[in-house]
């Protein structure tokens, strides 16, 4: 891959954003990678959506987990919620509450409840109630100031609320109009360089996005669907009603800013509606920004700063397949001396964009269509309405985005050839089933998989974390139904909340869980007095069927399979063909559960189930859907202290196949 030294204007840009960045509590390593600035020596925070505002999720801060030792994850605690969520956590550390200096966890329910947790126990501190009205699909922020976090809540309004006991800062403003309509995409905060920090929500309706300046509480709003007439939040009390375009709604999991350009990108989806109309009306349309998102009016109508729109436009539209559902990547700056200003944009429309940020349809302003600069068609994925991740490889600068989608996640790296010229090459996928929003922390890639809207009928409900440079899976976890909810990452510690929300207010309850590595020390809120660690659950530890480490016997055998984690599995067990897993390690003796992924295409297979050669334990397997898609059974075993060997067999009958089995 060919990598020029950046020059002296891209050097230019990088230090304006380093500025711009650590005024608002980022810190910028010198290869371009933006990681939160830690408050102690040994603590983080996690202030929004995506770890950062350019929404990358490469949380570099993180030191404790890495790929060496992410196996040894054990569960933390696990902390009913009153509303499930429908977006990520956000953390801060060293929160000063009526109960003490604590590390606290926000999260908000699909219903409008506000609500922090201590991060190192579970424990509940406060809650705030900003419903009813409706529903919301979004996730809090922080402010970088570290005093306030903010929710675009189902009543129509952004509240800023006190971090330490939950009392919501009335007058100046606040709280600030959004609505009306659905807070569709995650809470973005940026500050621009002129140093004028941002808030960024958006909402459904008439498709809004509400830019919030946090220091004077003045706003604008562009609307996706009568541009011609900004800062106007048609519907709302107050405000006029008479914008007669329906749909063009905000779908990105999050808005994404770009420092180096210093906008804020946006999309409009293509509900309710069949028209693209410059000036006016932006279906099926990215749009950049200034930071203030303020439009520009002439006779022609209101124009962003910039806009692209795919040529095929009215066919996705028909299609309902919205362009920009799975957000947008803002790869590093000069990573082609060409394009210095590079975004991948994955697609409810089963295809990868790969943009040119600075000139978005090449055509040098908005309102045109096409001008992508490569068009990566990904059926196998189906459609990608989750947040990616970006990377760079500290072991040789190659630059990866990881794209969720309905049927996993998978790894491209971004090559860029003698001509400046840049390609999304796919790597390595991982097929197993509906994935919500990635992140890294410390060169390890975490996603969890069983989402979606059919989070019911998914065959798995785990958290997932891989091998960025290969899809290999160094550990997973059991969740609950879940829908855009994802995982966060923060000082050792790894957080998913769960709960089957919907998407469209059907949602009552979750978890909020944490998991951390086995012999942590014993959890302590900053009052100073030590919390024992809650009883729970023994941690998972996944073992697959196609190790090496295992014994086949008879016909059995490793094949292919796209769904199967690390696309294997092991086939023709029975009749003579056995499958051992070795190696089985546990602390201490006792019954344990095992959880069995397996392939079943059959009305039904059966196995024996032996544990270090004891007497089998006949299993009857229920029917997956096919050889490729995996289920799963549980049942429960007696285990020796150390390793045990766990082995499959059937002596007269085909047993089902096998991916692998978690103790």
């Known amino acids: 891959m060919q990598r020029r030294q950046v020059g002296i204007p891209v050097a230019l840009v990088l230090v304006l954003a380093l500025a711009a960045f650590t005024a608002a509590g980022y810190v910028v390593n010198r290869s371009g990678a933006i990681s939160a600035q830690p408050t102690a020596a040994t603590k983080y925070d996690w202030l929004q959506?995506?770890?950062?505002?350019?929404?990358n999720a490469n949380d570099t801060a993180e030191t404790t987990i890495s790929a060496s030792n992410v196996s040894h994850l054990q569960p933390l605690f696990r902390t009913s919620l009153s509303d499930a969520p429908d977006g990520a956590p956000v953390l801060l550390t060293g929160v000063s509450t009526p109960g003490g200096t604590r590390d606290l966890v926000f999260l908000l329910g699909e219903h409008g409840h506000l609500m922090a947790f201590d991060a190192n126990t579970g424990a509940s501190v406060w809650t705030d109630n900003f419903g009813p009205g409706g529903i919301t699909n979004s996730a809090p922020a922080i402010d970088?100031?570290?005093q306030f976090v903010y929710a675009d809540t189902p009543d129509g309004f952004v509240h800023k609320v006190n971090v330490g006991d939950g009392s919501e800062v009335r007058g100046g403003g606040w709280p600030e109009l959004a609505g009306p309509g659905k807070s569709s995409s995650q809470l973005t905060i940026a500050t621009a360089k002129d140093g004028h920090t941002y808030l960024y929500a958006s909402n459904q309706g008439h498709g809004h996005l509400t830019t919030i300046d946090l220091a004077s509480?003045?706003?604008?709003?562009?609307?996706?669907a009568c541009a011609n007439r900004p800062d106007i939040h048609f519907g709302a009390a107050g405000q006029p009603n008479d914008c007669t375009v329906s749909g063009a709604n905000p779908w990105a999991r999050s808005p994404s800013f770009d420092p180096s350009l210093d906008r804020i990108f946006q999309m409009a989806g293509t509900n309710n509606g069949r028209t693209f109309v410059p000036g006016s009306i932006y279906r099926q349309s990215w749009v950049a920004l200034p930071p203030d998102g303020s439009t520009h009016v002439t006779s022609a109508g209101g124009f962003p700063a910039d806009s692209y729109t795919p040529a095929d436009w009215a066919a996705t539209v028909a299609s309902d397949r919205d362009i920009g559902s799975g957000g947008l990547l803002i790869l590093p700056v000069g990573l082609s001396s060409k394009f210095p200003h590079l975004g991948v944009q994955p697609g409810k429309d089963r295809r990868i964009r790969l943009l040119n940020l600075a000139d978005l349809s090449g055509q040098g302003g908005p309102g045109h269509t096409g001008g992508e600069l490569q068009l990566f068609n990904f059926p196998q994925m189906s459609m990608m309405r989750a947040q990616g991740a970006v990377w760079t490889n500290p072991a040789n600068g190659s630059v990866w985005a990881f794209v969720p989608g309905e049927n996993g996640i998978?790894?491209?790296e971004i090559t860029v050839d003698a001509a400046g010229n840049p390609t999304m090459n796919l790597r390595w996928t991982v097929f197993n089933g509906w994935t919500t929003s990635a992140l890294v922390a410390d060169n390890v890639l975490f996603a969890a998989t069983g989402g979606?809207?059919?989070?019911p009928t998914q065959a798995n409900h785990i958290i997932q974390a891989f091998d960025p440079t290969t899809g290999h899976t160094l550990w997973t976890a059991p969740i609950g139904l879940h829908h855009w909810s994802s995982p966060i990452v923060a000082n050792g510690i790894v957080y998913m909340p769960d709960g089957n929300s919907g998407g469209f207010g059907s949602g009552t309850t979750g978890d909020l869980l944490a998991w951390h590595l086995q012999g942590g020390p014993t959890p302590t809120p900053s009052n100073g007095t030590p919390t024992p660690t809650p009883t729970i659950s023994p941690g998972?530890?996944?073992?697959?069927?196609?190790?090496?480490?295992?014994?086949?016997?008879?016909?059995?055998?490793?094949?292919?399979?796209?769904?199967?984690s690390g696309g294997r599995k092991v086939g023709?067990?029975?009749r003579g063909g056995t499958l051992r897993f070795n190696g089985v390690t546990v602390a201490g003796a006792g019954s344990y559960t095992l959880t069995i992924r397996y392939c079943d295409g059959d009305a039904g297979r059966n196995a024996m189930l032996s544990v270090n050669g004891g007497a089998p334990t006949t299993l009857h397997f229920k029917n997956t859907g096919g050889f490729t898609r995996p289920g799963t059974l549980t049942t429960t075993v007696q285990l020796n202290a150390g390793a045990n060997a766990i082995q499959f067999s059937n002596p007269g009958a085909s047993a089902p196949d096998f991916d692998r089995i978690l103790v």
């Open 49 to 55: 959506f995506g770890f950062t505002p350019d929404k």
């Open 410 to 412: 998978a790894g491209f």
């Open 217 to 224: 509480g003045a706003q604008h709003v562009f609307s996706f």
């Open 572 to 574: 023709f067990v029975g």
């Open 144 to 146: 970088p100031n570290r």
């Open 452 to 455: 979606g809207e059919h989070t």
């Open 540 to 564: 998972v530890t996944p073992y697959e069927a196609e190790s090496s480490a295992n014994t086949l016997g008879g016909r059995a055998r490793v094949a292919t399979c796209a769904a199967c």
